[in-house]
């Protein structure tokens, strides 16, 4: 495993091209776009404004950067340098931008979600969506780019457009049966449609691309509901997390629930594998201390390494009741992710927070549970193969794969806090990133 | 008659006192005492003295014997009178009358002890009684008060049980108090979110209309020039054609999606019926056909029946690839029987196998015990055997190694060692040799090319400073022409050469025009070495040079 120097970074703003040739990242008003392998600055560009989001178009010819303080979002090109393009929403405010999925066309948000503007590259044309729904997921396009479904909200009931990418005609429009919906996610075949509700209702609703309603799932009232879903990459499960500690997944056939992931704090079951994260202690020769101590030694010295243990079952895990009284409590399953061939997935239970879980969705039953020191901040699969990257906030980034678990330490001086990492397209490399830095992380081929 | 008195059994006694109180009793009314049935005990020597001497005395003999015959009579004995005259007693019959009475008496007594012994028996076995319901009495007064306590605590855990299922109703009802309240506050608060939501948008409305209405020129898009589609077409209009168009292709999505899905059902559902299908061949070999019992071959005989005809059926199926109910029906309904066929079989099976390992145990164990040793013995013979050979190999070894003990034989050894590196060094000399000849070969062709470009270089730049020279002249000969003249160009200045040289020296040999196309080229490798060389051959002595040259040419052509 190789590791880059640390790059400047702001506002986690690191993303790779979908060609995966190019890696942008945001220095706060520059956008700087890099080659993905040799890491050597291809393009600068300055924006009027500290950026807060930036997308690469769908055919990594274009990047979007928006200002939402000062409502403007600039559009560079990667052919043409000298070609610029400044979207600005003025008086009306920006809270969102994102790309079609033609790459040419921009949809925003405005301020107070009063309406999405689209704005075209090719045309002279803007369209305008109205009511838009405000709300955490409001905007999903199919995996193939060919529909795009909008949550509105008007008279205080929830509705879905299905809009026609190629030329933003509105295709269906039904309501929903939700109190106040929040959030909508389409099947990776494009052809169905999850709907669920707020925390307060445990609701999830299943559309078919036409607009009928397929299925209704309500596990149980009252207690908060849905917390994350995730659908498999065949679309033949969708993994529902909730605030009760619990995953259930749904198939595609009958839509009703086939098994139950619970998330205890004490596992027992002997077949499963403990990885639990154990510092072991640096042991430095004395006669290689020397004063001053150079920087090397100094940063070996106060790093510490550590490695996986395998734990004896039964183990119990380190559970934290969040308080009662507050709102959006750390509590039941924050995040979900299915691997890229379909056989594991991977979950984390808030109240649990240093313990990632990963199922085996082949037999339906918990495979792997890795125990870390801090709190886990974020995983991600690895798009290629059943490898799951793992960062806890500390300077070591974790791999899990099927034949086993590896702690790296990034061995870079300085404070470098990982928070979020982002896979390579290839799944050759990621790119690690901190609040201030970001840096690239190259594995071969035959590791893990 | 007679009254009947109450007499009590008199104890046996030697006692006057009683006899007298019985004589009493029995003077009072001799003529009751025919009538009475008596039980007299058996008086003792002297009271039948004075019995008898109470009964009959002098006076009374007649009567006293008449009135013995009359009792005997009336208790059937014969008469003791001899006649029945009377006066003269008959002495056989007074004597048989008396051994009758003694047997009858015997047999009195013998029967007063039998009763006296029931009796006592009857007593003993009433206190025994009376003892076992005392004890009963207890037992049953110890019951009742178990059972009292028992009563109690069941009244007491009773009344627990009501109190918990009172709890248990109250929690409930909390429970369902409580849900009520959520459910009322979260109908309250829907309704109130929505008010507010109505505010909400309203103020959204007002706010959007004097956002339109100010008709701010800031919302705008620069842009430096429009792109081109991403799939190259151009833009179309909506119509209703494209939204036909948009609806058709998206159930041709739907419709893919759930053909493709149809497939895969049918896939697997093939592959399941195959699997079903060898199951039940499988199943079909496994059980023994000539175990079963006429009852079960009547019942197989439907089944065999069935299977051909599913068999059939399903081979058919598998062409048509049809799946209908019944037939599916069918299938799974023969596997099931055919399963429970095999499952019944395999328990016979394996009771007869208990049945046979606990009789046939002991030889088993004689038998393997017997091939269990015989097994050892050869592993035993084997292990010396081994043993003996490790043995004799150790033995050659140290024969061998302690052999070439003389000097010379190591000495020879070491040389062929040291002959063979030396062989190998020799050769690898060799090869470094000949390498070391190629590479100093090569060494002086190179510095014999570099020797010649230098030479060359310094003829080339001789020829450019002669042309350059040339060229100047030309060029202050010729002002009006030179527009396009740009000195450090070559290939202007060469083709401007070319005409003035094609002008003015027609007859000039032609290995000097040809030279002018030429040194282009050399000029340009020569400005490449100029640029490209650290040591860079100094421009001006060749150049000047090189115009002497040139004008020494020209001198020689114009002469």
Same mark, same amino acid.
């Given at each position: 495993?190789?590791?880059?120097?640390?790059?400047?970074?702001?506002?986690?703003?690191?993303?790779?091209?979908?060609?995966?040739?190019?890696?942008?990242?945001?220095?706060?008003?520059?956008?700087?776009?890099?080659?993905? =392998?040799?890491?050597?600055?291809?393009?600068?560009?300055?924006?009027?404004?500290?950026?807060?989001?930036?997308?690469?178009?769908?055919?990594?010819?274009?990047?979007?950067?928006?200002?939402?303080? +000062?409502?403007?979002?600039?559009?560079?090109?990667?052919?043409?340098?000298?070609?610029?393009?400044?979207?600005?929403?003025?008086?009306?405010?920006?809270?969102?931008?994102?790309?079609?999925?033609?790459?040419?066309?921009?949809?925003?948000?405005?301020?107070?979600?009063?309406?999405?503007?689209?704005?075209?590259?090719?045309?002279?044309?803007?369209?305008?969506?109205?009511?838009?729904?405000?709300?955490?997921?409001?905007?999903?396009?199919?995996?193939?780019?060919?529909?795009?479904?909008?949550?509105?909200?008007?008279?205080?009931?929830?509705?879905?457009?299905?809009?026609?990418?190629?030329?933003?005609?509105?295709?269906?429009?039904?309501?929903?049966?939700?109190?106040?919906?929040?959030?909508?996610?389409?099947?990776?075949?494009?052809?169905?449609?999850?709907?669920?509700?707020?925390?307060?209702?445990?609701?999830?609703?299943?559309?078919?691309?036409?607009?009928?309603?397929?299925?209704?799932?309500?596990?149980?009232?009252?207690?908060?509901?849905?917390?994350?879903?995730?659908?498999?990459?065949?679309?033949?499960?969708?993994?529902?997390?909730?605030?009760?500690?619990?995953?259930?997944?749904?198939?595609?056939?009958?839509?009703?629930?086939?098994?139950?992931?619970?998330?205890?704090?004490?596992?027992?079951?002997?077949?499963?594998?403990?990885?639990?994260?154990?510092?072991?202690?640096?042991?430095?020769?004395?006669?290689?201390?020397?004063?001053?101590?150079? +920087?090397?030694?100094?940063?070996?010295?106060?790093?510490?390494?550590? #490695?996986?243990?395998?734990?004896?079952?039964?183990?119990?895990?380190?559970?934290?009741?969040?308080?009662?009284? +507050?709102?959006?409590?750390?509590?039941?399953?924050?995040?979900?992710?299915?691997?890229?061939?379909?056989?594991?997935?991977?979950? #984390?239970?808030?109240?649990?927070?240093?313990?990632?879980?990963?199922?085996?969705?082949?037999?339906? #039953?918990?495979?792997?549970?890795?125990?870390?020191?801090?709190?886990?901040? =974020?995983?991600?699969?690895?798009?290629?193969?059943?490898?799951?990257?793992?960062?806890?906030?500390?300077?070591?980034?974790?791999?899990?794969?099927?034949?086993?678990?590896?702690?790296?330490?990034?061995?870079?001086?300085?404070?470098?806090?990982?928070?979020?990492?982002?896979?390579?397209?290839?799944?050759?490399?990621?790119?690690?990133?901190?609040?201030?830095?970001?840096?690239?992380?190259?594995?071969?081929?035959?590791?893990? | &008659?007679?009254?009947?008195?109450?007499?009590?059994?008199?104890?046996?006694?030697?006692?006057?006192?009683?006899?007298?109180?019985?004589?009493?009793?029995?003077?009072?009314?001799?003529?009751?005492?025919?009538?009475?049935?008596?039980?007299?005990?058996?008086?003792?020597?002297?009271?039948?003295?004075?019995?008898?001497?109470?009964?009959?005395?002098?006076?009374?003999?007649?009567?006293?014997?008449?009135?013995?015959?009359?009792?005997?009579?009336?208790?059937?004995?014969?008469?003791?009178?001899?006649?029945?005259?009377?006066?003269?007693?008959?002495?056989?019959?007074?004597?048989?009358?008396?051994?009758?009475?003694?047997?009858?008496?015997?047999?009195?007594?013998?029967?007063?002890?039998?009763?006296?012994?029931?009796?006592?028996?009857?007593?003993?076995?009433?206190?025994?009684?009376?003892?076992?319901?005392?004890?009963?009495?207890?037992?049953?007064?110890?019951?009742?008060?178990?059972?009292?306590?028992?009563?109690?605590?069941?009244? *007491?855990?009773?009344?627990?049980?009501?109190?918990?299922?009172?709890?248990?109703?109250?929690?409930?009802?909390?429970?369902?108090?409580?849900?009520?309240?959520?459910?009322?506050?979260?109908?309250?608060?829907?309704?109130?979110?929505?008010?507010?939501?109505?505010?909400?948008?309203?103020?959204?409305?007002?706010?959007?209309?004097?956002?339109?209405?100010?008709?701010?020129?800031?919302?705008?898009?620069?842009?430096?020039?429009?792109?081109?589609?991403?799939? $190259?077409?151009?833009?179309?209009?909506?119509?209703?054609?494209?939204?036909?168009?948009?609806?058709?292709?998206?159930?041709?999505?739907?419709?893919?999606?759930?053909?493709?899905?149809?497939?895969?059902?049918?896939?697997?559902?093939?592959?399941?019926?195959?699997?079903?299908?060898?199951?039940?061949?499988?199943?079909?070999?496994?059980?023994?056909? *000539?175990?079963?019992?006429?009852?079960?071959?009547?019942?197989? $005989?439907?089944?065999?029946?069935?299977?051909?005809?599913?068999?059939?059926?399903?081979?058919?199926?598998?062409?048509?690839?049809?799946?209908?109910?019944?037939?599916?029906?069918?299938?799974?309904?023969?596997?099931?029987?055919?399963?429970?066929?095999?499952?019944?079989?395999?328990?016979?099976?394996?009771?007869?196998?208990?049945?046979?390992?606990?009789?046939?145990?002991?030889?088993?164990?004689?038998?393997?015990?017997?091939?269990?040793?015989?097994?050892?013995?050869?592993?035993?013979?084997?292990?010396?055997?081994?043993?003996?050979?490790?043995?004799?190999?150790?033995?050659?070894?140290? *024969?061998?190694? &302690?052999?070439?003990?003389?000097?010379?034989?190591?000495?020879?050894?070491?040389?062929?060692?040291?002959?063979?590196?030396?062989?190998?060094? *020799?050769?690898?000399?060799?090869?470094?040799?000949?390498?070391?000849?190629?590479?100093?070969?090569?060494?002086?062709?190179?510095?014999?090319?570099?020797?010649?470009? $230098?030479?060359?270089?310094?003829?080339?730049?001789?020829?450019?400073?002669?042309?350059?020279?040339?060229?100047?002249?030309? &060029?202050?000969?010729?002002?009006?022409?030179?527009?396009?003249?740009?000195?450090?160009?070559?290939?202007?200045?060469?083709?401007?050469?070319?005409?003035?040289?094609?002008?003015? @020296?027609?007859?000039?040999?032609?290995?000097?025009?040809?030279?002018?196309?030429?040194?282009?080229?050399?000029?340009?490798?020569?400005?490449?070495?100029?640029?490209?060389?650290?040591?860079?051959?100094?421009? @001006?002595?060749? $150049?000047?040079?090189?115009?002497?040259?040139?004008?020494?040419?020209?001198?020689?052509?114009?002469?």
């Amino acid at each position: 495993m190789d590791f880059s120097e640390l790059f400047k970074l702001s506002g986690l703003l690191g993303r790779f091209s979908p060609d995966g040739k190019c890696l942008a990242s945001c220095v706060q008003f520059r956008l700087v776009v890099r080659d993905a =392998s040799t890491l050597q600055v291809l393009q600068l560009y300055t924006c009027l404004d500290q950026i807060q989001y930036i997308e690469w178009s769908s055919d990594s010819l274009f990047i979007l950067c928006a200002m939402y303080k +000062r409502g403007i979002v600039q559009v560079w090109s990667l052919e043409q340098p000298d070609w610029h393009c400044k979207i600005d929403e003025g008086s009306v405010g920006l809270v969102a931008s994102c790309w079609s999925p033609d790459g040419r066309h921009i949809l925003n948000t405005t301020e107070f979600h009063l309406r999405i503007t689209v704005w075209s590259l090719c045309t002279k044309s803007v369209s305008y969506i109205k009511y838009p729904k405000a709300c955490q997921q409001g905007i999903a396009f199919t995996k193939d780019g060919r529909y795009m479904a909008v949550a509105e909200r008007r008279d205080c009931k929830d509705f879905i457009s299905i809009f026609v990418c190629s030329d933003w005609q509105l295709l269906r429009h039904f309501d929903t049966e939700t109190q106040d919906l929040f959030g909508i996610e389409w099947a990776p075949n494009g052809c169905v449609l999850a709907v669920w509700d707020t925390c307060l209702e445990y609701k999830i609703l299943l559309y078919s691309l036409d607009g009928r309603l397929l299925s209704t799932y309500q596990a149980y009232e009252w207690s908060l509901g849905v917390k994350s879903i995730a659908w498999s990459p065949s679309s033949q499960f969708l993994a529902i997390g909730s605030y009760d500690e619990k995953v259930r997944i749904l198939n595609h056939v009958t839509w009703k629930k086939i098994t139950e992931f619970e998330h205890p704090a004490t596992i027992a079951n002997t077949k499963t594998i403990v990885y639990k994260e154990v510092e072991k202690s640096l042991s430095v020769e004395t006669e290689r201390l020397s004063f001053p101590p150079t +920087r090397a030694l100094a940063s070996s010295l106060f790093s510490t390494q550590s #490695k996986y243990d395998v734990s004896q079952v039964p183990v119990s895990l380190q559970y934290i009741k969040p308080v009662a009284d +507050r709102a959006n409590p750390k509590m039941g399953i924050g995040m979900l992710a299915f691997s890229p061939d379909n056989c594991f997935l991977a979950t #984390k239970n808030d109240n649990i927070p240093n313990a990632v879980w990963i199922w085996d969705i082949q037999k339906l #039953k918990l495979f792997v549970v890795l125990e870390q020191l801090c709190a886990v901040q =974020s995983f991600q699969w690895d798009p290629r193969q059943p490898r799951l990257a793992v960062c806890t906030g500390n300077s070591k980034v974790y791999l899990w794969s099927p034949a086993g678990c590896v702690a790296v330490q990034v061995p870079l001086e300085g404070d470098f806090q990982i928070v979020s990492l982002s896979w390579h397209a290839s799944g050759d490399s990621m790119a690690l990133l901190s609040k201030d830095n970001f840096c690239m992380c190259y594995l071969e081929r035959e590791e893990v | &008659m007679g009254d009947w008195k109450a007499i009590t059994v008199p104890v046996l006694s030697s006692d006057s006192k009683n006899i007298f109180q019985y004589t009493s009793a029995k003077k009072v009314s001799p003529s009751s005492m025919n009538s009475q049935v008596l039980r007299l005990p058996l008086p003792s020597s002297k009271s039948t003295h004075g019995f008898f001497s109470a009964f009959c005395t002098e006076e009374n003999i007649e009567q006293s014997v008449s009135y013995l015959d009359r009792e005997l009579t009336t208790l059937g004995f014969p008469s003791i009178y001899a006649e029945s005259k009377g006066k003269e007693l008959n002495l056989i019959s007074i004597i048989n009358c008396m051994n009758e009475l003694l047997v009858l008496q015997h047999k009195n007594l013998r029967a007063q002890e039998e009763v006296e012994i029931q009796h006592l028996k009857l007593g003993s076995d009433m206190e025994h009684l009376q003892n076992c319901y005392a004890k009963l009495k207890e037992q049953l007064e110890l019951s009742k008060r178990e059972i009292v306590g028992l009563q109690e605590r069941d009244r *007491q855990l009773q009344s627990k049980n009501r109190n918990l299922h009172q709890l248990l109703k109250n929690e409930k009802d909390e429970v369902q108090k409580l849900q009520n309240i959520i459910s009322s506050r979260a109908t309250q608060y829907n309704h109130d979110m929505k008010r507010k939501e109505r505010e909400y948008n309203k103020l959204k409305e007002r706010l959007h209309q004097l956002v339109m209405n100010k008709k701010d020129k800031k919302i705008a898009m620069e842009v430096l020039n429009y792109v081109g589609r991403a799939d $190259g077409k151009r833009g179309a209009w909506r119509t209703d054609k494209t939204e036909a168009r948009n609806e058709e292709e998206m159930y041709k999505v739907l419709l893919s999606d759930y053909e493709q899905r149809q497939k895969q059902l049918l896939v697997e559902n093939a592959e399941l019926k195959k699997v079903l299908q060898q199951m039940k061949k499988e199943i079909i070999s496994l059980l023994p056909p *000539q175990k079963q019992k006429p009852k079960e071959r009547s019942e197989d $005989g439907p089944v065999l029946s069935d299977l051909e005809e599913d068999i059939g059926e399903l081979n058919k199926e598998n062409m048509w690839e049809l799946s209908c109910e019944t037939v599916r029906e069918q299938l799974t309904n023969s596997i099931r029987k055919q399963w429970r066929m095999l499952k019944n079989h395999v328990e016979k099976l394996d009771n007869q196998v208990s049945r046979v390992r606990s009789g046939a145990l002991n030889e088993k164990d004689v038998i393997s015990r017997e091939d269990h040793e015989l097994e050892t013995e050869k592993l035993e013979l084997e292990i010396q055997q081994c043993k003996e050979m490790i043995r004799t190999q150790q033995q050659l070894l140290q *024969q061998q190694l &302690m052999s070439p003990c003389d000097d010379d034989t190591t000495l020879i050894l070491q040389d062929c060692y040291l002959l063979e590196e030396r062989e190998r060094l *020799q050769e690898e000399w060799r090869l470094f040799r000949e390498q070391k000849k190629n590479f100093e070969k090569e060494r002086r062709s190179f510095t014999e090319a570099a020797i010649r470009l $230098g030479l060359e270089r310094k003829a080339f730049e001789e020829d450019r400073g002669t042309w350059l020279k040339q060229q100047f002249l030309s &060029m202050s000969t010729d002002c009006k022409h030179s527009e396009n003249v740009t000195a450090p160009s070559a290939f202007l200045g060469s083709s401007d050469q070319d005409n003035r040289l094609a002008i003015s @020296t027609s007859q000039r040999k032609p290995h000097c025009v040809l030279s002018v196309p030429v040194s282009p080229e050399p000029c340009q490798m020569s400005q490449y070495i100029t640029h490209n060389s650290s040591s860079a051959a100094s421009k @001006t002595p060749a $150049g000047d040079s090189k115009p002497n040259q040139w004008v020494e040419r020209d001198k020689e052509e114009t002469e």
